[in-house]
C-alpha cells in the first residue's frame, strides 16, 4: 500500500491580502492561491477566513485534512513565541491577539506563528537565494523594511519576539524624519520604497532640476520608486544622489549588523529589491566601506529569490520543523 505524500501549510498575512500554499516536505510549492485580508472589526475574521479557504480549496483538489500536516503562518508585528499571539499588528487591528490558538481551535492543525519578515528569511534560507547558509540576514525593502536574522539555522527571536527588527535600526541620529514605530529617523524612512519617494521629492523641492523626473511630479505631484530608479539608470543627477543616500544608510546599517554577526549570506528582497544592480551595485560600495574587512570578505550579499513566494515557503519550513520536533512525523 502506497502512502500518501503529506503536505504543509504556507501562510503569509499581508495588510492587503493573504497568501496561502499547499507545500511538499520538500519545500516545493503544489499548490498555491490568496485571499483578501478581511480587516472588519479589527481583524478578528481573519483566522476564520483562512480556515474556510484552506477547506475550500481542499474540496476543490478533493482531498481530506487528513493529507495536512500543520500550519506555519507569518503575519506582522512582533509575536509571542511561548504562545503564538500577536503582541500588536497596527495595520490588522491586532493587539496580544491570539493567532496560534485560535487557528489551532478552528482548522483542528497544529499551527505555529512567526513574524512575516522572519518567514521569508527562513523561505530564503531553505529554497532560495540564501541555499546553503545558516548565518544570514535578510531584509526586505518594500512600503516599510522588514528583517529575519538566521544564527546556526534559527531566526533569531529576542526576549520579546521583536529580534530582527533591522528597518528601525536608527540611521539618521538628528533631525531625522518620524516613522510609523514612534521613533524618528529609522532606516525603514530612508530605505524603503516610501522613504525613496520622500528623497526624491525633498531634493525635488532644493533645487533646480530640469528633468522627465521633475515634469512628472510637478505635474502629478506625486512620483514613485520604481520611477526615481529608472531615471537613476537613464543618469538622471537627482536620482543617482537619492540612490546614494539610500545605499549609504543602508549598507551602514547593514555592515553594523554583520560586523556583529558574521553572516555567509545577506538577502535584499522586497520590491525595492527588484532594482536590481542599480541598487546592489552601490550598496556593495557602501557596506565594503563600514564592514570590518574579514567580515566583508566572508559575506555575499545577493538578491532574493523566491518573490511572493518566500513566506508561504518560510511558514511551510517553521511547520516541518517544529512537528519534526515533537515527533509527529515519526
Known amino acids: 500500500m502506497v502512502m500518501e505524500e503529506k503536505w504543509l501549510v504556507g501562510v503569509d498575512i499581508g495588510g492587503t491580502t493573504i497568501k496561502m500554499a499547499f507545500i511538499s516536505l520538500n519545500g516545493d510549492i503544489l499548490y498555491s492561491w490568496e485571499i483578501d485580508t478581511d480587516k472588519r472589526d479589527s481583524g478578528r475574521h481573519i483566522p476564520t477566513s483562512i480556515t474556510r479557504s484552506i477547506d475550500q480549496k481542499l474540496t476543490e483538489l478533493n482531498q481530506t485534512k487528513n493529507r495536512l500536516i500543520g500550519i506555519g503562518i507569518g503575519a506582522p508585528g512582533p509575536v509571542n513565541a511561548e504562545d503564538g499571539s500577536i503582541e500588536v499588528a497596527v495595520n490588522l487591528g491586532w493587539e496580544?491577539?491570539?493567532?496560534?490558538?485560535?487557528?489551532?481551535?478552528?482548522?483542528?492543525?497544529?499551527?505555529?506563528?512567526?513574524?512575516?519578515?522572519?518567514?521569508?528569511?527562513?523561505?530564503?534560507?531553505?529554497?532560495?537565494?540564501?541555499?546553503?547558509?545558516?548565518?544570514?540576514?535578510?531584509?526586505?525593502?518594500?512600503?516599510?523594511?522588514?528583517?529575519?536574522?538566521?544564527?546556526?539555522g534559527e531566526v533569531v527571536h529576542g526576549v520579546n519576539g521583536a529580534g530582527g527588527e533591522i528597518g528601525h535600526m536608527t540611521s539618521v541620529p538628528?533631525?531625522?524624519?518620524?516613522?510609523?514605530?514612534?521613533?524618528?529617523?529609522?532606516?525603514?524612512?530612508?530605505?524603503?520604497?516610501?522613504?525613496?519617494?520622500?528623497?526624491?521629492?525633498?531634493?525635488?523641492?532644493?533645487?533646480?532640476?530640469?528633468?522627465?523626473l521633475g515634469d512628472y511630479y510637478e505635474k502629478h505631484q506625486t512620483?514613485?520608486?520604481?520611477?526615481?530608479?529608472?531615471?537613476?539608470?537613464?543618469?538622471?543627477?537627482?536620482?543617482?544622489?537619492?540612490?546614494?543616500?539610500?545605499?549609504h544608510h543602508l549598507g551602514l546599517a547593514l555592515a553594523n549588523l554583520a560586523n556583529g554577526l558574521n553572516p555567509e549570506k545577506i538577502v535584499i528582497g522586497g520590491g525595492v529589491?527588484?532594482?536590481?544592480?542599480?541598487?546592489?551595485?552601490?550598496?556593495?560600495?557602501?557596506?565594503?566601506?563600514?564592514?570590518?574587512?574579514?567580515?566583508?570578505?566572508?559575506?555575499?550579499?545577493?538578491?532574493?529569490?523566491?518573490?511572493?513566494?518566500?513566506?508561504?515557503?518560510?511558514?511551510?519550513w517553521l511547520a516541518k520543523e517544529k512537528l519534526i520536533n515533537k515527533s509527529i512525523l515519526q
Open 273 to 316: 529589491s527588484k532594482a536590481g544592480d542599480t541598487l546592489l551595485g552601490p550598496l556593495k560600495e557602501e557596506f565594503v566601506l563600514f564592514a570590518f574587512p574579514r567580515v566583508a570578505q566572508g559575506v555575499e550579499i545577493v538578491i532574493a529569490t523566491l518573490g511572493n513566494n518566500a513566506g508561504v515557503i518560510g511558514g511551510a
Open 96 to 152: 496580544h491577539f491570539p493567532l496560534q490558538a485560535i487557528l489551532e481551535r478552528e482548522t483542528s492543525l497544529p499551527v505555529v506563528v512567526d513574524n512575516d519578515a522572519n518567514i521569508a528569511a527562513i523561505g530564503e534560507m531553505w529554497k532560495g537565494a540564501g541555499k546553503g547558509a545558516k548565518n544570514l540576514i535578510c531584509v526586505t525593502l518594500g512600503t516599510g523594511v522588514g528583517g529575519g536574522i538566521i544564527v546556526n
Open 174 to 212: 538628528k533631525n531625522g524624519s518620524p516613522c510609523n514605530c514612534g521613533k524618528s529617523g529609522c532606516l525603514e524612512t530612508v530605505a524603503s520604497a516610501t522613504g525613496i519617494v520622500r528623497l526624491a521629492i525633498e531634493e525635488l523641492a532644493s533645487g533646480d532640476y530640469i528633468s522627465q
Open 223 to 247: 512620483i514613485t520608486a520604481k520611477q526615481v530608479f529608472d531615471a537613476a539608470n537613464e543618469a538622471n543627477e537627482l536620482a543617482q544622489r537619492v540612490i546614494h543616500q539610500v545605499a
